[in-house]
């Protein structure tokens, strides 16, 4: 049996201990899930999570009980199996005990010091959907305001993986002694643990995570990781997060291709990120094409690791949270402000990039100018 038009994603997750698939239901208007619960039980499966603000059931079917069973239940839209998702950053430089470079090069080239005297994203909340947080490192302890573990939820986000830390850092960081400050170094910072310490997550951690964020309400999400395929119960994800006024800054990968963007940066309702070079120009390894909106710094970044340690990383995920804190520090002056009006005003005032004219390099400082003439301020 060939699988129907909306899927399109990779072969079905298996429990292999116990023989069971597992399978991410998005119910039609989130009609009826005790039926559609009841239901999966009928099908000899079991219901896992429940996602009340995304309108998501996942469950575990034994696999002997065919793939298709549930299609054409009235409560169900569509369905995919889980999947599995991959962080990948194309180099890591050496572990260090901090950097004498001064400010990071990155936060510099975004100019987010020169409107520190009027915000650093104070109060914002901006969670970070990654690897969790090391909320003991300097760096990020005065910042760090909780989060939730979603592969383990009776432990704390803590990381140990380092690419969570890393992203988290270079949105909020405060260690001056370090010299790792981020671009918005008084916001909320929240560790939303999706993915283990190799970097892997499951489709559906990912919808539990940005189920979460709706629940708690967060201001931007940074999502410093992609998918190769399409998922429709992610993109219906992202679409309530959205709806419901969230910012989700997403990154391209790390590929180099032309035209093939990762999702959910692709998405529409997303920030889609891709990474410059000091030099000014688009990094090697960075993916372009329809979904991407702007570039930021992302080749060779120091920033906190784990330890209390630092550590030199490039990629499309280290491009984000450029772009995250700057939509904090937006927020922070107009809380208002709408996920597409924060896009506009960070496109409408990029830095044109070298030897390429598609996509213009984020800046804290000319987004916030713009910003300051629309509330009729001007920052000098």
């Not at 619960?37 to 034994?62: K, N, Q, W």
């Not at 998702?85 to 430089?93: N, S």
Request: charged content about 20%.
């Amino acid at each position: 049996m060939s699988r129907p038009e909306w899927f399109q994603g990779p072969l079905p997750l298996v429990n292999r201990r116990m023989k069971y698939i597992r399978k991410i239901l998005y119910l039609r208007n989130y009609s009826n899930p005790r039926n559609c619960i009841r239901e999966i039980s009928r099908c000899g499966g079991r219901p896992v999570r429940v996602l009340p603000h995304l309108g998501i059931i996942v469950g575990e079917f034994a696999r002997k009980e065919g793939p298709y069973s549930l299609e054409g239940h009235p409560d169900v839209a569509h369905w995919e199996y889980d999947s599995r998702v991959t962080i990948t950053d194309p180099i890591a430089g050496d572990i260090t005990e901090g950097t004498t470079e001064g400010l990071p090069w990155g936060i510099q080239d975004v100019e987010a010091s020169r409107v520190w005297p009027y915000t650093k994203g104070r109060g914002i909340k901006v969670a970070v959907i990654d690897t969790g947080v090391a909320n003991d490192h300097p760096a990020v302890q005065k910042n760090y305001s909780g989060g939730v573990n979603i592969l383990s939820p009776m432990f704390t986000p803590y990381d140990y993986n380092g690419h969570g830390t890393h992203v988290a850092a270079t949105i909020a960081g405060r260690a001056t002694d370090l010299n790792v400050v981020g671009v918005a170094p008084r916001v909320h910072i929240y560790g939303v643990k999706a993915f283990n310490r190799k970097g892997s997550a499951n489709l559906s951690d990912l919808l539990s995570a940005i189920n979460w964020c709706i629940e708690n309400r967060m201001d931007v999400v940074n999502m410093s990781f992609g998918m190769p395929k399409v998922s429709d119960t992610l993109h219906e994800a992202i679409r309530t997060a959205h709806r419901l006024g969230i910012t989700m800054v997403a990154a391209a990968g790390n590929q180099g291709n032309s035209g093939n963007v990762d999702y959910p940066a692709r998405f529409d309702e997303t920030i889609g990120v891709t990474a410059v070079s000091k030099d000014g120009r688009l990094a090697a390894f960075s993916n372009v094409g329809d979904g991407v909106d702007l570039a930021a710094p992302g080749d060779k970044i120091t920033s906190a690791w784990l330890n209390g340690t630092t550590r030199e990383m490039s990629g499309t995920s280290m491009a984000v949270p450029h772009v995250s804190g700057t939509a904090a520090l937006l927020l922070y002056l107009r809380p208002d402000l709408k996920p597409d009006h924060i896009r506009r005003i960070m496109v409408e005032s990029t830095i044109p990039v070298q030897e390429n004219r598609s996509y213009g390099k984020v800046s804290s400082f000319q987004s916030v100018q713009l910003l300051a003439r629309h509330m009729g301020r001007f920052i000098p």
